[in-house]
């Protein structure tokens, strides 16, 4: 079954090398070929020789994010030795490094073939393999076996839709999952999935969710404070929902002449596509990276900011009044809401976030509420006429953060019985 499946993974690769490539600026091109193909620079730390590195994979933004104070631990608790963290996407690359703690090396994930991958260890030379929440990639998890590298998940998760696919190629699964050291999932569904997948029960720990572990609330940008009035920030949206809030936003402005939307799309190409959809909407609006050009004053009037930066969005929460999380509309399993709990917000999910199973008690405590894309500007509405609700369910969502904190340092202590 390896063998086809490397088969089938490097056909795709063929196929797809060249488009994948000059997708990319150029500049970055050459850094993006060098690293798939297992060639990261190295620097004078990572030869062999001294200490033996960390690598550690985190697909893409959120994974990063929710990663950050795991990294943290990793470097104050082991200072001598590099962490390789590796990335999927361009976007969380660039998020890596600007959140990533100081002496953390960001690279692309190699392919995943076996001797690309068996090369890339020999020169990282790490001693674990850790792999942040849903990435399972055979022949990586193979070659760190095979040489004698501990395999570990932390803050695992398995969506009911990856657990059916899985399932499809249980026998194979059993197979790759076998090698690994340590599962530390993040609930016990979760822990169920990967059992049935044909992980060990041994290996596998419930250990809660990384992303109720944000070291600090990160500072409110400067141009985000000069917004006035009450102001609906809608986060990683999708295609579709931003008009879906531009609706909502106009449907309240007779409510409230001052409100304000600030729109961040979740992938940074659609930027301009976004822009086109506020422009015909007909109302005010300015991109954030023009905000502080001339007619700052006048900008934040704006009724829409759109948010074209990367990696500002947890700190805009701090901002809103009520958050609105994107791809929750879509039905593709919601965006991650733990950046608004994180302060206190008053949150709006719409019915798809499966993503996040946790959602279910923030409904069932009032500290979040599910609406359907009809009811969302009556639902925005509503909380308007009553800044009291905004309040209490915001010192909800704050409390239920701060109860479900602490499973990063559990596993970091899971993690550290795996250093030999």
């Not at 020999?122 to 040489?147: C, G, K, S």
């Not at 005010?284 to 969005?313: C, M, N, P, Y």
């Amino acid at each position: 079954m390896y063998f086809i499946y490397s088969i089938l993974y490097t056909t795709a690769v063929i196929i797809l090398l060249i488009p994948q490539c000059f997708k990319r600026p150029s500049g970055l091109r050459l850094t993006w070929l060098r690293e798939k193909l297992g060639f990261p620079a190295m620097t004078g730390r990572e030869d062999k020789g001294s200490a033996r590195s960390f690598w550690v994979h985190a697909v893409s933004v959120g994974e990063v994010m929710a990663a950050v104070p795991f990294l943290h631990l990793l470097r104050s608790s082991y200072p001598g030795s590099p962490v390789i963290l590796s990335t999927m996407t361009d976007t969380g690359r660039a998020v890596a490094e600007a959140k990533a703690p100081v002496g953390v090396r960001v690279v692309y994930m190699p392919f995943d073939s076996f001797c690309i991958t068996k090369h890339f260890l020999r020169r990282i030379n790490p001693l674990l393999f850790i792999i942040v929440e849903t990435e399972i990639w055979p022949n990586a998890i193979r070659a760190a076996h095979v040489q004698g590298i501990p395999v570990i998940m932390v803050n695992g998760r398995i969506s009911e839709n990856s657990f059916r696919r899985y399932k499809k190629i249980s026998g194979f699964m059993k197979r790759v999952l076998s090698r690994g050291t340590l599962y530390l999932m993040q609930t016990g569904d979760d822990a169920e999935r990967m059992r049935l997948m044909g992980a060990e029960e041994k290996k596998i720990i419930v250990s809660g969710s990384f992303k109720f572990d944000c070291p600090e609330r990160p500072a409110i940008p400067p141009w985000a404070t000069r917004l006035k009035g009450p102001v609906i920030v809608a986060g990683s949206t999708h295609t579709g929902e931003e008009e879906l809030m531009i609706a909502a936003l106009r449907k309240n402005l007779d409510l409230v002449p001052a409100l304000k939307l600030v729109l961040a799309p979740r992938h940074p190409e659609r930027f301009n596509e976004v822009e086109a959809l506020v422009k015909a909407s007909g109302l005010s609006f300015v991109r954030r990276t023009q905000f502080d050009k001339a007619g700052g004053e006048e900008r934040a009037d704006s009724h829409i900011i759109i948010l074209d930066s990367i990696g500002e969005l947890a700190s805009v929460y701090g901002i809103a009044d009520i958050a609105v999380i994107g791809k929750s509309f879509s039905g593709q399993g919601g965006q991650n809401p733990l950046e608004a709990a994180l302060w206190g917000k008053a949150i709006l999910c719409g019915p798809h976030m499966e993503n996040f199973p946790f959602i279910s008690v923030f409904y069932k405590e009032g500290a979040a509420f599910e609406v359907s894309s009809e009811g969302l500007a009556e639902k925005i509405r509503e909380l308007l006429e009553a800044p009291s609700m905004i309040r209490e369910a915001g010192e909800k969502a704050s409390m239920l953060y701060v109860k479900n904190s602490g499973a990063v340092v559990s596993s970091f202590e899971a993690v550290k019985q795996c250093i030999h």
